[in-house]
């Protein structure tokens, strides 16, 4: 069975640019989820999908941070513009609906200059 | 709201020897799980080990049990013949059996496995 799937794997891009994320997860699970880690944290939830619908999306920056989960399948996660804060690996992570266990991808490294 | 802590920012141990890593949590709910996660340098978590709230017993995973201890909320991970591989951040994480849970992580500790 194929695990998470993100890509890229590192990005590098000045304050004020765009950038995207994408996360392909486990095949048939229902419940995905975009979590930032901030180098020296544990990760922090910033949106989770059921389906295509979003079930929390509280810790989101929402001025900045967009997601979308078209077909209730990969997600897309987008900054922008990009502040020097968002420097940190998001990770995404999917479950199977009703499944207490969560699988995650290998992140992808953002370095904001 | 819940919260987990990990009092331990770094821990040490040599190849074979067991390590005991220490978890605390916070919440007025019930029924949840708790985990511990690895993750080493290249970034990838993975599950080491998981505990559902409602059973006693304490999960074991091979080289890796818990001693879960709901009254005093606490969770700690016992790792038994430590190998060099072991060597990465844990964390422990606290989910609601809600169905739409997300995890509430704690700040790591580091484990270093030296020869």
């Known amino acids: 069975e194929a695990g998470v799937a993100q890509s890229p794997r590192y990005k590098i891009i000045e304050k004020r640019q765009s950038v995207a994320f994408w996360c392909n997860p486990i095949?048939?699970?229902?419940?995905l989820y975009w979590y930032q880690q901030i180098l020296g944290q544990g990760p922090k939830l910033l949106i989770q999908?059921?389906?295509?619908?979003?079930?929390?999306d509280s810790q989101l920056p929402k001025d900045r941070f967009s997601a979308e989960r078209l077909k209730g399948v990969d997600s897309t996660l987008k900054i922008q513009p990009a502040k020097l804060e968002d420097s940190a690996v998001y990770l995404c992570?999917?479950?199977?609906?009703?499944?207490?266990?969560?699988?995650f991808g290998p992140g992808t490294r953002l370095l904001v200059l | 709201a819940q919260t987990v802590t990990q009092s331990q920012p770094e821990m040490s141990v040599q190849e074979a020897e067991t390590v005991t890593l220490s978890c605390t949590y916070d919440?007025?709910?019930?029924?949840?799980?708790l985990f511990w996660y690895k993750q080493p340098p290249s970034r990838q978590m993975i599950l080491v080990i998981r505990?559902?709230?409602?059973?006693?017993q304490n999960a074991t995973e091979n080289r890796f049990s818990v001693n879960f201890q709901k009254a005093a909320k606490s969770f700690s991970l016992k790792i038994s013949d430590s190998q060099l591989g072991d060597t990465a951040m844990y964390f422990c994480?606290?989910?609601?059996?809600?169905?739409?849970?997300?995890?509430?992580f704690g700040t790591g500790t580091r484990l270093l496995v030296s020869p």
């Open positions: 992570a999917s479950s199977a609906q009703g499944g207490e266990t969560q699988y």
């Open positions: 095949s048939g699970h229902a419940t």
């Open positions: 999908f059921q389906n295509n619908g979003v079930v929390d």
């Open positions: 919440t007025s709910e019930s029924n949840y799980y």
């Open positions: 505990q559902e709230a409602y059973k006693q």
């Open positions: 994480a606290f989910g609601l059996n809600t169905g739409f849970q997300k995890l509430v």
